[in-house]
């Protein structure tokens, strides 16, 4: 008896080791994608870790910073995901808060500035990358040879996330918005649909608030793109001043002003109700000029081939992440931008974003 319960307390033993050591696989087979600001960054992460995922064949959940940036940009790919693929976002008091705002509550910013300092810290003597790797981060860091090759065992994708042009990640990315039936912005190699001869995506928002924004704002690298710099451009595809050009912009009125101001004659606004809708008209231009911004890059990343033509600024020298312009992506151009400076009108009454296009926070 004794040595049929001993047989038994074996088995049931073994069978515990078992579904213990297939959890522990299963685990090891996802990985945590960390992404932080708005609905363009969280697409530029996903894009990232698509490509990831068909390099390590795992799975991957979304952990998404809402605060990370210096300013509050709610989760909104949500509907891009499986319900599995976005349950662990970081939970963060943030009632007081509405999109786009910057954080100015002194609880916030000193919780922010500590982090920064200790990441400081361990970057000066040298110890950052070890630490991130015994916690089993892997992060892009805004070098492809990190995002070709990423560690075997890493747990976690961290940021400097890049512009990629793979069309099995166009496929996949392609699928999850037929799914969630928005607008398609992404091209596929032969899709050759043209809507609009000429796009400008100018980006505004809060680069026009870089003289004032807190110090602990991120990503607010330069000012805005001056719109003299596009004529470069229109010199070489041979097109007139007075061509159409549809404008697309997070305050598409005031960068119609802006561009006529500029000299362009003939300025298009098509009235949009989501950044989904903005997206699927840049898509569809034959020449597409962007600003430097993360939108852009989903540019590059999901609308340009053969038929499609994106226009990116070239990296200011000045910028930690310069690899973008070293890529040769299919019909993919870069140009030299030049910059409103301070002092200039257009960094006057800036107002807070928040009372702009922020629907695409709301619908998730």
């Not at 919780?111 to 892997?138: D, H, N, P, V």
Request: aromatic letters at 12%.
């Amino acid at each position: 008896m004794a040595r049929y319960h001993l047989m038994a307390h074996q088995k049931k033993s073994t069978i515990c080791q078992k579904i213990g050591k297939q959890l522990k696989q299963a685990n090891e087979k996802v990985f945590i994608v960390r992404t932080a600001g708005g609905a363009a960054s969280q697409i530029l992460g996903l894009i990232n870790a698509i490509k990831i995922q068909l390099i390590t064949d795992r799975d991957f959940r979304i952990e998404h910073n809402a605060l990370a940036t210096g300013a509050y940009y709610p989760f909104a790919i949500k509907s891009l995901l499986t319900e599995y693929e976005c349950q662990t976002n970081i939970n963060q008091n943030t009632a007081d808060l509405l999109p786009g705002e910057f954080i100015t509550s002194p609880e916030k910013l000193i919780l922010g500035y500590i982090k920064e300092i200790l990441a400081s810290m361990t970057r000066k003597i040298g110890i950052f990358k070890i630490m991130q790797t015994i916690k089993g981060y892997w992060s892009i860091d805004g070098k492809y040879k990190n995002l070709d090759r990423p560690n075997k065992r890493f747990k976690t994708l961290s940021f400097g996330y890049l512009p990629i042009v793979d069309y099995k990640v166009r496929e996949n990315l392609s699928n999850r918005i037929q799914n969630a039936k928005i607008p398609n912005f992404v091209n596929m190699e032969n899709n050759n649909e043209i809507i609009y001869d000429v796009v400008i995506h100018l980006r505004l928002g809060d680069k026009r608030n870089i003289f004032n924004a807190p110090k602990n704002a991120k990503g607010i690298l330069h000012g805005v793109v001056n719109p003299e710099s596009f004529k470069q451009i229109f010199n070489l595809e041979n097109l007139p001043i007075d061509s159409e050009v549809y404008v697309v912009s997070d305050e598409p009125l005031y960068a119609m002003k802006i561009l006529s101001d500029a000299g362009f004659k003939n300025i298009k606004f098509i009235e949009t109700k989501s950044f989904w809708e903005d997206l699927f008209i840049m898509s569809k231009s034959r020449i597409l000029i962007c600003s430097w911004s993360t939108v852009g890059q989903i540019a590059i990343s999901l609308c340009s081939n053969k038929f499609h033509k994106v226009y990116y600024p070239k990296v200011p020298g000045n910028l930690k992440y310069t690899p973008i312009t070293s890529k040769n992506f299919q019909n993919v151009k870069y140009y030299a931008p030049s910059y409103f400076q301070k002092g200039d009108g257009i960094y006057e009454n800036y107002s807070n974003p928040i009372n702009r296009k922020n629907d695409i926070y709301s619908i998730e």
